[in-house]
């Protein structure tokens, strides 16, 4: 697994959202160690969100990492989660950014993306079609001209391999996650945007619902939260204690 290991600090493993790499996020790092993972790229054959969970905690092992926290973004969310639940014990904190919601809910998300993971759960080879026209869509932008070129960087070296990953990533986002939300031990903050269409700000209500210890942040801000909100993010997966 490549991943970008930046910064000083308390770690956080950053997991970038759906379409994206780990350069779709502010370069800063301010004063937490920031690890950025990659999941896109060439498909990996029979990979799940519990055995990416074990994939990060094996770089977490090689990296001499014993407790950290986590932020997920996007379609990076589940992922999150996966692995707070997969690794209790050495996760801290979560920051849950505009995730994809669990899979008994992916009605809630936009017709699009709704769309694309039932595409997938049938046929990956017609899905990754379908997204990798969508990645060659332009990026939206953002208030900040960084912001938008590390959007529009994140979404090229995403499609760099093709779209294969990623239709394999929402077809088992679509189906049962292998862990149950209540397996989340760790405290989570969910960051959410009023105003975002591709996971609407119902999903939050849900995870805030569903997750046993979670803190709703609920902003003015579009699904691209992780940009403007980006300091108060990572402060809230930083853990507290040394590595």
Same mark, same amino acid.
């Given at each position: 697994?490549?991943?970008?290991?930046?910064?000083?600090?308390?770690?956080?493993?950053?997991?970038?959202?759906?379409?994206?790499?780990?350069?779709?996020?502010?370069?800063?790092?301010?004063?937490?160690?920031?690890?950025?993972?990659?999941?896109?790229?060439?498909?990996?054959?029979?990979?799940?969100?519990?055995?990416?969970?074990?994939?990060?905690?094996?770089?977490?092992?090689?990296?001499?990492?014993?407790?950290? +926290?986590? &932020?997920?973004?996007? @379609?990076? $969310?589940?992922?999150? %989660? /996966?692995?707070?639940?997969?690794?209790?014990? #050495?996760?801290?904190?979560?920051?849950?950014?505009?995730?994809?919601?669990?899979?008994?809910?992916?009605?809630?998300?936009?017709?699009?993306?709704?769309?694309?993971?039932?595409?997938?759960?049938?046929?990956?080879?017609?899905?990754?079609?379908?997204?990798?026209?969508?990645?060659?869509?332009?990026?939206?932008?953002?208030?900040?001209?960084?912001?938008?070129?590390?959007?529009?960087? +994140?979404? &090229?070296?995403?499609? @760099?391999? $093709?779209?294969?990953? %990623? /239709?394999?990533?929402?077809?088992?986002?679509? #189906?049962?996650?292998?862990?149950?939300?209540?397996?989340?031990?760790?405290?989570?903050?969910?960051?959410?945007?009023?105003?975002?269409?591709?996971?609407?700000?119902?999903?939050?209500?849900?995870?805030?619902?569903?997750?046993?210890?979670?803190?709703?942040?609920?902003?003015?801000?579009?699904?691209?939260?992780?940009?403007?909100?980006?300091?108060?993010?990572?402060?809230?997966?930083?853990?507290?204690?040394?590595?």
């Amino acid at each position: 697994m490549r991943y970008d290991d930046q910064g000083h600090g308390p770690p956080v493993f950053y997991l970038h959202g759906g379409g994206d790499s780990p350069s779709s996020r502010p370069a800063e790092t301010y004063e937490s160690r920031v690890i950025s993972l990659e999941r896109c790229g060439p498909r990996v054959r029979g990979r799940s969100l519990v055995s990416h969970a074990r994939d990060v905690i094996a770089v977490a092992d090689e990296l001499g990492i014993e407790r950290f +926290g986590v &932020i997920g973004w996007s @379609a990076g $969310g589940p992922h999150a %989660l /996966a692995l707070a639940a997969e690794a209790p014990e #050495r996760v801290e904190r979560v920051s849950l950014v505009a995730s994809m919601p669990p899979h008994d809910l992916v009605e809630l998300t936009s017709r699009s993306i709704n769309s694309a993971v039932r595409v997938a759960r049938r046929s990956q080879w017609l899905a990754t079609r379908g997204l990798e026209r969508w990645g060659r869509e332009a990026t939206p932008q953002l208030p900040d001209p960084a912001h938008t070129d590390a959007y529009a960087l +994140g979404r &090229i070296e995403s499609f @760099a391999d $093709g779209g294969r990953w %990623l /239709a394999q990533e929402l077809a088992y986002l679509g #189906r049962p996650w292998g862990f149950e939300l209540t397996d989340v031990r760790a405290p989570v903050a969910v960051w959410w945007g009023t105003r975002d269409a591709a996971t609407p700000p119902q999903i939050a209500h849900e995870y805030i619902r569903r997750l046993p210890d979670a803190t709703l942040k609920l902003v003015e801000d579009g699904h691209q939260i992780l940009f403007s909100r980006w300091r108060e993010i990572l402060a809230d997966a930083t853990p507290q204690t040394r590595p």
